[in-house]
């Protein structure tokens, strides 16, 4: 690169990546963009704070430049731990978080945009850091010494891709964020449910539960009567989470669906989709699964249902594999070509099932050990199997369906 507006500088890099984006999208790609944008509204004041520079961002991926190593890192985990108290008490399946590299190098400045190796180990050490926590280079670690009281864990030299020389990495974990002291954030204009303010989330959720958590009108007594049901079901949860359950239900696209599993002592919600008795239908059955119980209706979009339980076919069911019959999933699973296929696919075969509505199939392995072993890998492997309560479990071995064994390790046999 050469000419006008074309020049050198060392500079402190922070390069941050939404961790799981295709599955958030995968689930609510309306949801998943628009805290996309709020997440990007509210790092910027605080990449300003710390004298930093948001460069680019692109897709899910934000690029940030510091003059000073102190000031990236500084910003860094700030970003962590106010996305963090964003992130307390929302549902996994609607949290956005954040892995972020630390770098200092030397880059190209081009009209604005960075080049070079500096960004892209940045880029390289950001893949590497835990979600909700940092990773940093050596040169970055070296020059924060005796000015920040931060303990980095040393992961010693990797090997990352397209970087001929290994990479010395030191990591930061959402849990060592999260003691660190708070860093001062600026604050911005609220935007309801998008990117709440930390301290407006508080008083939020303490108003709602003063109000006697009237959390929607015109339906406030909708909203009073699944709190109580919510206190005499789960009588541990305090105010501020009971509201902000409540508030996440609330949040979901409709058509939406509260159940209790009444043994347990939990509850499950699922939203999102076609009709109300889809919803019911795919929240008792996910719950069941969950749980290993009939589970009763709570609410239906915004109206409370106070319903006994009620036993779900589908997750009883024991005969041969049928598309029709998997409980829990979304018509998209259903028609998926190897679930269609799958009666005809070739031995030795297994498939797993989590309640998060995820299907995992393995055919042609050499044993059946072997299929279910690989589908129960591919399931729990999965982005929204992973960021979920619960495992996955065996939903059929060969031609048969064993859900209700409730196995979650290969047992070789029928």
């Known amino acids: ?113 960075l080049y070079g190796d500096g960004v892209n180990v940045a880029a390289r050490l950001q893949a590497l850091a835990p979600a909700g926590g940092l990773c940093v280079s050596r040169a970055a670690v070296e020059q924060i010494q005796g000015k920040l009281d931060i303990a980095f864990v040393p992961l010693g030299p990797q090997t990352v891709k397209n970087i001929a020389r290994p990479v010395e990495a030191f990591a930061l974990s959402p849990a060592a964020v999260a003691a660190l002291p708070r860093r001062d954030l600026p604050r911005r204009p609220a935007r309801r449910r998008a990117w709440r303010v930390p301290v407006a989330a508080a008083l939020g959720a303490l108003v709602l539960a003063l109000a006697g958590y009237r959390l929607w009108s ?93 036993e779900m076919p589908r997750v009883g069911y024991g005969g041969k594999f049928d598309p029709e019959r998997i409980p829990g999933v979304r018509k998209a699973v259903a028609q ?37 072993a690989r589908a129960l890998k591919l399931c729990n492997d999965d982005d929204a199997a992973r960021d979920a309560d619960g495992v996955c479990y065996l939903y059929a071995i060969g031609d048969d369906v064993v859900l209700s064994r409730r196995l979650i390790a290969p047992v070789g046999d029928k």
């Open 218 to 310: 015109p339906h406030a007594d909708a909203a009073a009567q699944l709190a109580d049901a919510l206190t005499t079901h789960e009588p541990g949860l305090d105010p501020e989470r009971r509201a902000r359950l409540l508030a996440d239900y609330r949040a979901l696209k409709p058509h939406r669906a509260f159940a209790f599993a009444p043994k347990a002592g939990s509850h499950w919600w699922s939203g999102d989709w076609p009709s109300p008795a889809d919803a019911e239908e795919k929240a008792l059955e996910r719950c069941q699964m969950r749980f290993g119980e009939p589970c009763a209706l709570a609410a239906l979009d915004e109206t409370f249902v106070d319903k006994s339980p009620r």
């Open 336 to 372: 998926r070509a190897d679930v269609v296929g799958y009666a005809e696919a070739p031995e030795a075969k297994a498939a797993a099932i989590h309640s998060r509505g995820v299907l995992a199939i393995s055919t042609g392995a050499r044993t059946l050990a072997q299929a279910e």
């Open 1 to 113: 690169m050469s000419g006008a507006g074309v020049k050198r500088m060392l500079t402190a890099i922070v390069m941050a990546d939404v961790v799981g984006y295709s599955r958030l999208m995968g689930a609510d790609e309306a949801g998943a963009l628009r805290r996309l944008k709020a997440c990007r509204a509210a790092v910027a004041p605080t990449v300003a704070r710390f004298n930093g520079r948001l460069v680019d961002a692109t897709g899910d991926s934000l690029l940030m430049e510091f003059s000073s190593v102190v000031d990236a890192v500084e910003a860094a985990v700030a970003i962590q731990q106010a996305l963090s108290l964003e992130n307390a008490g929302l549902a996994a399946e609607r949290r956005l978080e954040l892995r972020l590299g630390v770098n200092i190098g030397d880059v190209i400045v081009e009209n604005g945009a």
